[in-house]
């Protein structure tokens, strides 16, 4: 479904990806872990050109994305994005919200002035039944908690009847509790539509849960790639430089990596991911 | 901090070494600025008082205001909200289209971006009297070309705050309505517009307010309105018509302010 072949994006001269190839099968349910600055958010952003990259091709279900006019379109119509701090319209109702993800695939003018066509409305309020927020479709999405405006999330996303889902931590500013129940509609929602989905998750609980299978991002470079319990600790080390705990806390045993040359550290086990 | 009997003088010391001296430098500095330019404006307090006797005259001969003279105001009253209504529509209607374009985050090229900026600090810095008299000039007397005056002005200033207002928003539902392919008028329309909406009302409200006040001015280069009264009676040495005009004005602006800070507080309290 998705095809990445050394993908490299730069920022100025800092390097937030690094060659980066990897491929998703249909339906997939892909975990990317790695600590806050890997490149975790570039490597989603590049799939749905929101970044352009700087290097490498993408093909999403056998098409070569572009970042061209014709080919954002079309990117964009197959590929939903889930984001961390949920992005929903503060003043618009949980209805339009959801509404707002077959904007791409109605007549535009008709929409300029709110009309929109009575099979997109009966998508979207589908949509919200599946993430349970039916009740609260005519509700302004600014009153909900942030659990329900992430759920409203899903449903956006879901509205677009996407082939692929990109959730750029979308648990990340929630709770425990409320983190389960958003990963969950998640994942259900890849079983049942056969949705490819690509979650970029920091917690690694979350991610030997919900993950068929777990890319492990660091320093711009995919350090990691198999299932949830090849997670050894020697692999979270490589994933976790310095640490799970983060530099506040040292850890003693642990030779620290060089701050000045991240990618130096793990160059060694770069893995060749060409499996599909 | 200097000790002054029982009491402390806490006023903080800048930064280095220079300690006071910076401040007495700022101060002298001041005091030359304007010094200079009391002398450039005349600024005489001795002229004031020799002219005292002449503005007391002035004033009793404007007083008892002409009530009378009120019944013949109602019309260039009711004139005056209208050139203002439509002036602060026009305005609405021009600065639209362009806030889009000056708004650092929407627009499509920086070079377009400056150009719009500019383009609404012109409109924007050409006073509304002279743009009334150019119009009078161009289209004739009365009220018209004040609602063209009152419209090119309003415009940029209304672009302005409805570009600054577009730039503080909230970027995320603009990045995932574009990541749904919504299209840029969509995105606006989806995105954009829900969160500035309660802002625009506010400042149109207040536009409204300053294109009243500006309105009453108007008719002095004949461009319509009570103004055209005003200038009309002192003209005619009718001071105690004049007196009418004045507290007619301030009725009429304070209702003005009084009602849109009334509606101002309601929107912005609905809006939280």
């Keep these: ?276 | 901090m200097i000790g002054i009997g029982r009491y402390n003088l806490l006023v903080a010391k800048s930064a280095g070494n220079e300690g006071w001296w910076k401040y007495a430098a700022t101060a002298l500095a001041l005091v030359a600025v304007f010094w200079w330019a009391a002398i450039g404006s005349q600024v005489s307090l001795s002229e004031l008082v020799k002219g005292a006797p002449w503005i007391s005259d002035f004033l009793s001969r404007m007083f008892p205001p002409n009530w009378e003279f009120a019944a013949k105001l109602v019309t260039p009253a009711i004139e005056t909200v209208q050139i203002a209504l439509w002036g602060t529509l026009l305005a609405f209607v021009l600065a639209v289209p362009v806030c889009f374009l000056a708004a650092r985050n929407l627009s499509p090229h920086p070079a377009v971006f400056h150009f719009m900026r500019q383009v609404l600090n012109i409109m924007r810095g050409i006073n509304e009297i002279i743009l009334a008299l150019i119009f009078v000039a161009a289209v004739g007397l009365g009220p018209f070309p004040g609602v063209l005056a009152l419209g090119l002005h309003g415009a940029g200033m209304l672009g302005k705050f409805f570009a600054e207002s577009i730039e503080d928003i909230d970027q995320g539902p603009i990045e995932a309505l574009r990541s749904t392919g919504a299209g840029p008028i969509q995105t606006i329309i989806f995105g954009v517009l829900p969160q500035v909406v309660t802002a625009w009302i506010a400042v149109i409200l207040y536009r409204f307010e300053t294109n009243l006040r500006q309105a009453t001015v108007l008719g002095m280069v004949g461009a319509g309105g009570i103004g055209f009264e005003l200038v009309g009676s002192m003209k005619l040495f009718q001071y105690q018509d004049t007196a009418t005009c004045i507290l007619v004005i301030v009725v009429m602006v304070m209702t003005a302010d009084f009602i849109s800070s009334k509606l101002r507080a309601w929107i912005q309290q609905g809006a939280r």
């Design chain 1, 1 to 276: 479904m998705i095809e990445i072949r050394n993908l490299t994006k730069r920022y100025g001269d800092f390097v937030a990806l690094e060659d980066v190839s990897l491929s998703v099968a249909k339906g997939e349910f892909v975990v990317i872990l790695g600590a806050s600055g890997a490149g975790k958010s570039t490597l989603l952003r590049c799939i749905n050109h929101l970044a352009e990259p700087s290097g490498g091709e993408i093909r999403v279900n056998g098409e070569l994305s572009r970042g061209d006019r014709a080919g954002l379109r079309r990117v964009r119509r197959n590929v939903a994005m889930i984001f961390q701090h949920y992005n929903v319209v503060p003043r618009l109702s949980v209805l339009k919200n959801v509404l707002t993800g077959r904007l791409g695939s109605m007549p535009a003018v008709l929409s300029w002035f709110q009309l929109f066509p009575r099979a997109d409305i009966d998508v979207a309020c589908e949509c919200l039944r599946r993430v349970e927020m039916e009740h609260k479709a005519d509700v302004r999405t600014d009153t909900l908690s942030g659990g329900q405006k992430q759920r409203v999330g899903i449903a956006r996303a879901l509205a677009q009847q996407p082939k692929v889902i990109l959730a750029d931590e979308p648990v990340a500013s929630l709770d425990p509790k409320t983190s389960r129940k958003v990963l969950r509609y998640l994942q259900q929602a890849s079983r049942e539509s056969g949705i490819t989905v690509i979650c970029n998750l920091h917690q690694v609980d979350y991610a030997r849960e919900f993950g068929q299978r777990i890319i492990g991002v660091a320093g711009g470079r995919v350090v990691f790639e198999g299932r949830p319990d090849e997670l050894s600790e020697e692999v979270l080390q490589r994933i976790y430089p310095g640490g799970l705990e983060g530099p506040a806390t040292p850890q003693a045993p642990v030779a620290p990596v060089p701050a000045s040359t991240p990618v130096a550290a793990y160059a060694a086990p770069h893995l060749v991911l060409e499996q599909s």
